[in-house]
């Protein structure tokens, strides 16, 4: 029973992103791309914080979780607004902001999926894994989703640098709470934390503006 837990917990991380982004393209005619190029930038960006995280201080482990709580939430907040601002300018809607990160929680879910895969055969895995996995998968789309569309709001808004703040604090906090506090402590963390993300991104949701086109813009200028 444990091992086909893992196998159903493994799976769940696995393509849950997946039908996820599914029913939402379905709902919303949202772009596909963004989560793809989510997905391949999350690489190089983990790679290279795991590479600093290397080289962090192992004696104190609250400094060390306060480090590495920091380190990610500039990072992947960072890489966001990059790619956001730069890279998928012209996928600026609402709709496409929460593909992105689907893609973008995608990532994290495919390397916990590997982990639930290897505790198979070895009658070590906790006997909620799957339960877990399924709360998680959509915890981490919520969280992820939802301060992606802070900072897509800030850039729309220009509020870019309050809101990337306000997004890195967040992810900080709620990393720093998954290593710092036992289980049960931080699942209630994790949960507050994405309850105020979802409110807040509710919030950006409705006072952005829909960009208008060029075409539009044009038309607007010879109008007035």
């Known amino acids: 029973m444990d091992d086909l837990n893992c196998i159903l917990a493994g799976l769940t991380r696995l393509l849950g992103p997946l039908v ?3 029913l939402w393209h379905k709902r919303s005619h949202a772009k596909l791309l963004p989560a793809p190029v989510a997905l391949a930038a999350c690489l190089p960006v983990f790679m290279l914080g795991n590479a600093i995280r290397s080289g962090f201080d192992y004696s ?8 590495q709580g920091l380190l990610f939430g500039i990072l992947e907040e960072g890489l966001k607004y990059l790619m956001l ?4 300018s012209d996928y600026d809607t609402r709709e496409d902001a929460v ?16 982990n639930c895969f290897a505790l198979v055969g070895k009658g070590t895995a906790d006997t909620a894994i799957f339960v877990m996995a399924v709360l998680s998968v959509i915890e981490s789309a919520l969280s992820v989703s ?3 569309l802070m900072i897509l709001y800030g850039i729309r808004e220009g509020k870019a640098g309050r809101m990337l703040l ?3 604090i967040l992810h900080a906090v709620g990393n720093m709470s998954m290593h710092i506090f036992v289980d049960f402590v931080s699942i209630i963390i994790v949960l507050i934390l994405t309850s105020a993300e979802v409110f807040i991104a ?3 949701w409705k006072a952005m503006r829909i960009p208008l086109k060029s075409d539009d813009r044009n038309e607007t200028k010879h109008q007035l």
């Open 146 to 148: 939802a301060k992606t």
């Open 60 to 67: 104190s482990p609250l400094f060390y979780c306060i480090q």
């Open 20 to 22: 996820m982004l599914i």
């Open 85 to 88: 601002r730069f890279a998928l």
């Open 166 to 168: 306000l997004a890195i």
């Open 99 to 114: 593909t992105y990160g689907i893609g973008h929680g995608a990532y994290e879910e495919i390397g916990m999926a590997v």
């Open 202 to 204: 509710c919030r950006c």
